[in-house]
């Protein structure tokens, strides 16, 4: 997903307002946010879409989507 950002200029999207380019005006960041937020939207499968579908940011909808795939995973243990 990372590279499809990077290959579209929607990367800096990831970083929330927070890390907007100071040489960037709020209505070109409302854009850029738009799109990549609806680039995220449209490369996720229904099921996972049902549960980010009311968050309205990039930063919110990437967040929702790491916390429903991230895992806990234990230390291997030797035998």
């Avoid at 999207?13 to 927070?18: E, F, I, M, S």
């Avoid at 380019?21 to 854009?31: F, H, N």
């Avoid at 919110?60 to 030797?78: D, F």
């Amino acid at each position: 997903m990372i590279t499809i950002f990077t290959q579209n200029g929607l990367k800096k999207a990831l970083g929330g307002k927070a890390k907007k380019p100071d040489s960037m005006t709020d209505e070109q960041w409302e854009d850029l946010d738009e799109k990549a937020l609806f680039t995220i939207q449209l490369y996720l499968a229904s099921h996972v879409l049902r549960e980010a579908l009311d968050k309205t940011t990039t930063t919110s909808v990437w967040l929702a989507v790491e916390v429903l795939y991230m895992t806990k995973t234990s230390p291997t243990k030797s035998a």
